[in-house]
DNA sequence: GGGGTGCCCGTCCGATCGGGTAGGTGCGGG
DNA sequence: CCCGCACCTACCCGATCGGACGGGCACCCC
């Protein structure tokens, strides 16, 4: 562990990678199965979104092993790391590694420029020739990724999204609150939250308040 | 790592410690991390609940780090596999390593004999200080479990165990049906589902059936 | 035998939900 | 300037829920 890492860029031929996670078990886990990799060098890391960004502009790496549930902080900050990094930094490539597999997550990561998406209990061997080829510009995702990029693409064409005023009702509906008690904790009526509630449920495909509790539960809106 | 590790014993005065985990990269991290500690020694692994059986019958290591979650299949595996060492061997201490924080599960794994409860963003010193905490026959709980226990001691007596019949009920109901579909599908009236779900209410101190799902969602009974 | 528990069923009733109709406001982009 | 969108509101109605009574049967344990 003495070796020195003063230069930003890996030797010739080698692909240096950065590793961003929260985890010091993992990131461990990581350097010494990339270690093993003649071609590869794990030339840093971060624990936090913070962090990378410091890290990631003074390194620039090839690849960035980027976990996307940084710390117990909010949710999206390593999906937002995802974007800042692609746009900021093209040259980087940014594979996803997850601990499990959530549906959203894996399109979110996509659309904010992720060249891969690999969860955690791959073996070994999968792990380093996903980074291979994200380093070739390809994209890697493991069958498990890719069959849920396509059950999104044939069954939810776009927009779960649902709108602020809807998050909110949705929280409390997750409370047990009825309409009218929502109504009042939100200062609108209860025609308007029935209004939201079938929205919600539309955009949800459920039929009662329960199931969009639970879809809403199971894409990880509350 | 050409080491021979032909006896089931580490010598004397080092801990013996077998690694259940079904991630490699984990299961290489804590390799890495527990290496570097003299008094201690891996001598084995395993991926999946029979296989750390096998392991545990073979090798009888002083401690056990065992993550919960083992593979995709049923959540309840690696529960039920602590309950089996601590039965079958009072001698191995188990210190369960998961992930994150889950109510239910760090008060499941108390009750199953689980002598330590670590989250796996915990530093590599904070680890290796709970693996001597139990090898000293000691409770090793971080402090964020600690408080879940405390939080449950006072909010939670016991009961949130759901019948077979109420499981059943209770996947129906997140689904979206009505009590009478729910009834046609398990072949029973509509007022006994009426009758199962008030009691899943109440035992998930739950108002409404969403709430039951958000709560029953929570807890990972669903 | 009594007591506990899981499971099953019924009737009654008020409150709530799910869904339909019809509108209004404000704000930003083509 | 008009359109779309988010947001708000009102009326109606049948279906459903949540909760309150009442009952039953089978099982296991002390």
Redesign the pocket.
């Known amino acids: 562990m003495n070796r020195q890492a003063t230069r930003p860029r890996a030797e010739q031929g080698q692909l240096s990678i950065v590793l961003v996670d929260d985890h010091a078990i993992v990131r461990q886990g990581l350097r010494s199965i990339l270690d093993r990799e003649d071609d590869m060098r794990v030339v840093g890391e971060a624990t936090t979104a913070a962090e990378a960004r410091v890290v990631l502009d003074r390194l620039r790496p090839d690849i960035v092993l980027l976990d996307l549930k940084l710390g117990t902080g909010s949710d999206t900050e390593g999906l937002e790391l995802c974007s800042e990094i692609t746009a900021n930094h093209p040259g980087i490539g940014v594979l996803v590694l997850t601990t499990f597999l959530d549906d959203a997550y894996v399109l979110e990561a996509v659309h904010r420029g992720a060249k891969g998406y690999v969860i955690k209990d791959v073996d070994t061997s999968a792990l380093v020739s996903a980074i291979r080829t994200v380093a070739r510009d390809e994209s890697a995702f493991d069958s498990r990724s890719a069959s849920v990029m396509a059950r999104s693409i044939r069954t939810a064409p776009d927009e779960p999204a649902l ?4 998050q909110g009702v949705l929280e409390l509906l997750a409370t047990g609150l ?3 008690v929502v ?1 009042e904790r ?1 200062f ?5 939250v ?5 929205n919600i ?1 539309r955009k949800l495909g459920a ?4 199931e969009a509790v639970y879809e809403a539960s199971k894409m990880g809106l509350i």
């Not at 029935?194 to 079938?198: A, I, L, T």
């Open positions: 709108t602020e005023r809807e009825s309409n009218r109504g939100l609108i009526s209860e025609t308007t029935k209004f939201h509630v079938r449920m039929s009662t308040r329960a």
